[in-house]
């Protein structure tokens, strides 16, 4: 009798972690930041138009300003190519609209990145959390003033030969 508890308690475990592990949570992109990789301004400006505004000289490269449904975009390009993109909510941005849904390190999995690099390394401040390295085309990824379950700013940084 004992035996046959033993079977089904066992059984029962099994499949409670074929479950938890069958059950894994799903996330909306909300942006893929991974097709912006390493573009050129003609690639970005087929993508997203005539940018709203365009500042040269900017960080050793050029600034590429759009605004988008989604908030505040920044793309600065170096030899003509993007090499880092920075995204401010509507709220970080001009206090209109809202924040950008928060969730720990799953947050790369809402904009566009599936799995990080074995070697990934996160610095979790508090109010910032920084990952890096993080996938073949993102090398640095950082999600900034997090409050709870939102946050206001993210960098994507391309390549880091120029930061």
Not at 6 to 11: D, K
Not at 64 to 83: A, C, Q
Not at 84 to 103: I, K, M
Request: with cysteine; proline share 2%; aromatic share 12%.
């Amino acid at each position: 009798m004992n035996k046959m508890v033993m079977i089904i308690c066992f059984s029962f475990l099994l499949l409670g972690c074929s479950i938890s592990n069958n059950d894994e949570e799903k996330f909306e992109v909300m942006i893929d930041v991974t097709e912006y990789s390493m573009v050129s301004s003609s690639e970005l400006i087929a993508d997203l138009g005539e940018p709203d505004a365009l500042e040269e000289n900017y960080m050793g490269g050029t600034l590429y300003s759009y605004k988008e449904d989604l908030g505040h975009f920044e793309f600065i390009l170096h030899d003509d190519v993007v090499t880092r993109l920075t995204v401010y909510s509507n709220d970080y941005w001009n206090n209109e609209g809202e924040n950008f849904p928060y969730h720990g390190i799953d947050t790369v999995k809402t904009i566009g990145i599936e799995e990080l690099k074995p070697t990934a390394k996160k610095k979790d401040t508090g109010s910032t959390l920084i990952i890096s390295p993080v996938s073949d085309n993102v090398a640095d990824v950082q999600f900034h003033d997090i409050e709870e379950d939102e946050f206001g700013m993210m960098k994507i940084t391309y390549n880091l030969s120029n930061y």
